[in-house]
């Protein structure tokens, strides 16, 4: 079983940055970031291979979102700058121990999330 703890989230002001930490009791080939409004569906924000460091970013984030690792502290990041009032939702770090990092299929692990408000 992997543990996934995030932590960072907050609230701020239109255009402000954040960065989530993902922290991981053990790494999976395949780390991703998803975030879900209540009554909303799952929405896919970014992935990272980690054996790579390749990265994958939504169409929705893409320019704003930067993510990154730490293979040492076994921790994924997610930088978020220029943040919208429509990004105001929780966030959930996600693995699966495979290397087909996409958004359509289901995660094996998943952390608590935390909480992103953004005000206009």
């Known amino acids: 079983e992997v543990r996934l703890v995030e932590s960072g989230g907050g609230s701020v002001q239109a255009g402000e940055s954040l960065r989530l930490s993902c922290a991981a009791s053990?790494?999976?080939?395949?780390m991703a970031w998803f975030r879900q409004a209540p009554g909303q569906e799952r929405e896919g924000v970014a992935w990272i291979y980690t054996a790579s460091g390749t990265t994958y970013d939504s169409d929705s984030v893409k320019g704003r979102f930067t993510s990154s690792q730490d293979n040492d502290k076994k921790t994924l990041y997610l930088q978020k700058n220029g943040l919208k009032p429509e990004d105001t939702t929780m966030y959930y770090c996600?693995?699966?121990?495979?290397?087909?990092?996409?958004?359509?299929?289901?995660?094996?692990?998943w952390g608590q999330g935390t909480q992103i408000t953004v005000s206009s």
């Open positions: 053990a790494y999976t080939y395949c």
């Open positions: 996600a693995a699966r121990s495979t290397t087909r990092c996409t958004f359509s299929q289901e995660y094996d692990y």
